[in-house]
């Protein structure tokens, strides 16, 4: 039998237990979830747009809300996400203050990448905004692509076999070898109308790639000129990350 904290935090208790309502009972409008948690509208209200934002709910069409992509079952990465995360924050620190964006980390979790670790720019009014804890296709983001283009290939087929219909098996193995060759990949407005996104892997002692960082940013920022610059501060934030994992390993 579980007792009830002596020091309960009542607004965290409300979005805990919306959220396993979300899982368990599936999509509800505001009004439903003020019913069941005996809230106001607008406290529900704004307690579905902290779950929406990390990702534990989203919207669907008809304006209710259901479980989002942390709630739904997902493959676990093999990376060492806690390490990662420990030796690329200074890196992804120098990152944004090379280029004035956002830098992202993220690991492969099956078919789709895991945001782990985001440092926002924080001189810009516009700008991409924190990812940590994100899950999305990896066919679609940079760091994703890049991950994808360094997999063995029976593993990029058994990938490519559970893929969804939309995803043209062919049209992508085009796509990562031309990632391969270049060494980076692009994200243009494909997970998000307005950002996009430039990656690299980062490698471990073997040359594996066992991680990513890509720089996000608003997509009237972006143009070829700016491609090359973001291209070699990423360049360097990885190879940086990748060494000090080869330090802590070995």
Not at 141 to 160: C, F
């Amino acid at each position: 039998m579980k007792n009830k904290p002596p020091y309960a935090i009542g607004s965290v208790d409300h979005a805990l237990h919306l959220a396993q309502l979300l899982q368990q009972e599936g999509p509800l409008r505001v009004t439903d979830a003020a019913d069941r948690l005996e809230v106001s509208r607008s406290t529900a209200h704004r307690l579905l747009a902290m779950l929406v934002y990390r990702d534990f709910a989203e919207q669907i069409d008809d304006r209710r809300y259901r479980a989002g992509p942390v709630l739904r079952p997902s493959e676990a990465s093999e990376a060492p996400v806690a390490l990662l995360r420990r030796v690329a924050q200074p890196h992804l620190r120098t990152l944004v203050d090379r280029v004035d964006e956002t830098a992202n980390l993220m690991v492969l979790a099956g078919a789709e990448v895991r945001f782990v670790s985001t440092v926002e720019c924080g001189d810009r009014i516009l700008r991409v905004g924190d990812r940590a804890g994100r899950a999305l296709p990896a066919h679609l983001v940079s760091g994703g692509k890049v991950l994808l283009a360094g997999l063995e290939a029976e593993e990029l087929d058994r990938q490519l076999e559970a893929a969804d219909a939309s995803v043209d098996p062919e049209q992508l193995r085009r796509e990562l070898a031309l990632v391969r060759k270049r060494g980076f990949a692009v994200n243009d407005g494909l997970t998000e109308a307005g950002l996009t996104a430039v990656g690299m892997a980062v490698r471990d002692r073997g040359g594996r790639p066992v991680a990513a960082v890509s720089v996000a940013a608003p997509t009237v920022r972006f143009d070829q000129q700016v491609l090359p610059v973001w291209v070699a501060a990423v360049s360097a934030a990885v190879t940086a990350i990748g060494r000090e994992l080869t330090a802590a390993d070995g």
